[in-house]
Structure formats: structure tokens, C-alpha cells
């Protein structure tokens, strides 16, 4: 499945990204995320259809406040936020549980 963005009313869900025009690798630092491939496993996992994973998003920035990702084959949900955002990742956890539902058929 290629990479599905999610309106989440006050932030935006998007593919994670590292090229010329937008890099999340240092803000997922702060989040504890150190490894440089991560986005590019990310992207692999999301076409593979093993794991889904959004950058939760500032809409006028597009900066990157937390992370939300979704196990397909579980149904799990999971998120984590830079300092001071962690609304942002509550707010994404449901709208990618609204997602799961409804796109994918999952309880």
C-alpha cells in the first residue's frame, strides 16, 4: 500500500520523510529514534504492508511533533512525541484507529 495521509483536525498525518525538501531523521532523534535508515525501512515497511507510520504534523510547518504507527496484522497502535506534544500523538493514535476501521477493516 503506498503511504496514506490522515487529517487530524489541528495537525496532519503524513508519510515520514528524509530528501531535499523535507528531513524528519532530526526530529525523530528527539524522540529517541538515532538510526539513519529508519525512513527509508519505514517507506519499505508501508509498500510491503507491514507496518504503517505517519509523521503527526504542524500543518503550517509541516514539522514533525510525534509519530504514530499501526500494525497492520495486530491492529496495534502506537505513538510517541517529541517534548511537549503529546496531544499531538493522542490526537493522531485515533484518527489512525478512525483509518484502521475504516480503510483497512480492522476492530
Known sequence: ?????????????????????????????DIGELDPQY???????WLA???Y?????????GELLAEAILDPASGAI???ARDGH???ADTA???VRRFAQGALGLP
Open 1 to 29: 500500500m503506498e503511504p496514506v495521509e490522515i487529517n487530524a483536525g489541528a495537525w496532519y498525518l503524513r508519510a515520514l520523510r528524509a530528501d531535499k525538501r523535507v528531513d524528519d531523521r532530526p526530529a525523530l532523534a
Open 39 to 45: 525512513v527509508r525501512r519505514c517507506t519499505e515497511d
Open 49 to 51: 504492508g507491514l507496518r
Open 53 to 61: 507510520t505517519w509523521a503527526v504534523c504542524e500543518p503550517s510547518t
Open 78 to 80: 502506537t505513538s510517541r
Open 86 to 88: 503529546a496531544e499531538a
Open 93 to 95: 493514535e485515533a484518527a
